[in-house]
């Protein structure tokens, strides 16, 4: 079963606008990861971050994670066309099964140009 | 570093076939795991393997369902008796056994059509 929630389901930008997607999990987590997906195509790990964390960068990526809401965000700066995609957060769950990820069901990010 | 790969791309084939898929990891890695993703859901777990041993597999994988790592190297995820609701992404993935918060690199998945 999916344990994450993104929000929006899909968003629509012009080209140099900033994008915010957000997401929900429900466990106790390791860390927290986001993926890209272009349309049918495999996944790209853009950022992880740990339990222990509460912000992190990446080129044009900010994330930030609230473990006491069980709640993640990502951050695009200045959007491009070629971030089109799905995007798709990630739980790694602490405890026992703590090597499969738990997706949830992504964000489908339109960039126009 | 080549990347993980997936062979094939694409399987169309009729109901109450079998197929096979193939993965190939990055080379030194010995976690691989197995995703399937139907449209516009996220990927969910199947099975996961440390070198040779398969540790786990999820309650979506069936009977009709087996996968093996010979060796600890290259993976096959067999599907017998194929239904409509198999028609699928299958993503296959790896990553090196480290503390727990290593990143999982993904292939880029064989996409299955049950006729």
């Known amino acids: 079963s999916q344990q994450g929630e993104e929000d929006p389901q899909a968003l629509s930008i012009q080209e140099g606008e900033n994008a915010t997607m957000n997401c929900s999990y429900k466990?106790?987590?390791?860390?927290l990861q986001w993926y890209r997906q272009n349309s049918g195509r495999g996944l790209v790990h853009l950022i992880l971050?740990?339990?222990?964390?509460r912000e992190k960068h990446s080129g044009r990526l900010r994330v930030t994670l609230d473990t006491s809401k069980k709640s993640s965000s990502l951050l695009i700066t200045a959007s491009r066309a070629a971030d089109t995609a799905s995007y798709f957060c990630a739980t790694h769950a602490s405890g026992g099964s703590n090597y499969k990820l738990t997706f949830g069901k992504g964000t489908l990010l339109t960039v126009n140009p | 570093d080549t990347g993980v790969s997936q062979d094939p791309r694409h399987k169309i084939t009729k109901r109450g076939q079998n197929v096979t898929f193939r993965c190939d990891p990055i080379?030194?890695?010995?976690?691989l795991y197995w995703y399937r993703q139907t449209l516009g859901q996220g990927p969910e777990f199947l099975t996961y393997f440390q070198n040779e041993a398969q540790l786990e597999k999820s309650r979506l994988l069936s009977d009709r369902f087996s996968a093996e790592r010979p060796k600890g190297s290259f993976s096959t995820l067999e599907i017998q008796r194929t239904e409509q609701g198999d028609s699928a992404m299958y993503l296959c993935?790896?990553?090196?056994?480290?503390?727990?918060?290593?990143?999982?690199?993904f292939g880029p998945g064989t996409r299955l059509l049950v006729l």
């Open positions: 971050i740990r339990s222990n964390e």
């Open positions: 466990t106790s987590i390791n860390n």
């Open positions: 993935a790896s990553s090196m056994r480290g503390t727990g918060q290593e990143t999982q690199y």
């Open positions: 080379s030194e890695h010995n976690r």
